[in-house]
């Protein structure tokens, strides 16, 4: 009896170690188990979820290159915009400052041409160019400079002489009235038939009468210019000072 007492007092131990290796054991892959679960639930529980977060990834990826080079070329615009604007600027005030040069000399030059009697009622330039279906465009300068600057109002007849023939012109505007400067524009269509030797130009007005003859030279028509006279652009409005 004592031997059997003592082999069960001496197997209770190694019972219990055994139970408890076997529990530890249990818990452990228990533990395993229950660890790899969590693991996939995080990472995603199957190959589906996984490939879709990838694309999703790069995806945004995409988006956020596509972004950043719309970024950079607005920031190039923006740039250049700024650059341009800074020399209109530039250009704006330099041509500002020539233009002030130029009113300032030019009324230096008046106030010489002033001191020295002024300048009378005259024809300053004369251009005529040929245009389709026997047309024919003008453009008259008129100047004259008064002491005071007094304005000078009258009257404009231009006149195409062959010989003894004579026709008048039928002006867009055949009256003027100007301080310094009138430019005059409009059209005309040469009679069938009739080649000019001359062209007259009488100015009345202000007390003054002016006759100025030149030679009538047609150059070869512009190339440029369209085949009929519904294409071409309006006379250019009248200029005056």
Do not use: C
Not at 199 to 225: D, F, H, P
Not at 231 to 240: F, G, I, K
Request: no cysteine; net charge neutral.
């Amino acid at each position: 009896m004592s031997t059997a007492k003592n082999t069960v007092e001496l197997s209770h131990p190694f019972i219990l170690a055994l139970m408890a290796i076997v529990v530890a054991g249990g818990a452990a892959l228990l533990g395993y188990g229950v660890g790899h679960q969590q693991g996939m639930t995080v990472i995603g529980a199957s190959v589906r979820d996984v490939q879709d977060l990838k694309d999703n990834v790069a995806e945004q990826k995409n988006t956020i290159e596509v972004l950043n080079r719309t970024l950079a070329t607005m920031v190039q615009e923006r740039d250049l915009a700024l650059e341009s604007a800074k020399s209109v600027q530039e250009q704006s005030r330099t041509e500002a400052d020539l233009r002030q040069l130029s009113e300032s000399r030019l009324v230096s030059y008046q106030t010489l041409l002033i001191g020295h009697g002024g300048v009378d009622l005259s024809v300053r330039s004369i251009n005529i160019k040929p245009l389709p279906e026997r047309a024919f465009e003008y453009e008259f300068d008129l100047m004259q400079l008064r002491p005071n600057r007094r304005e000078v109002s009258g009257r404009i007849q231009m006149l195409l002489i062959n010989g003894e023939t004579i026709v008048e012109v039928p002006l867009a505007q055949d009256q003027f009235k100007f301080a310094t400067f009138q430019r005059l524009a409009g059209r005309w269509t040469m009679p069938a038939g009739f080649t000019p030797q001359h062209v007259e130009i009488r100015l009345r007005g202000g007390g003054q009468n002016t006759t100025q003859r030149y030679a009538w030279e047609r150059g070869s028509r512009n190339a440029e210019v369209p085949a009929t006279l519904a294409d071409l652009p309006p006379v250019p409005a009248e200029q005056s000072q």
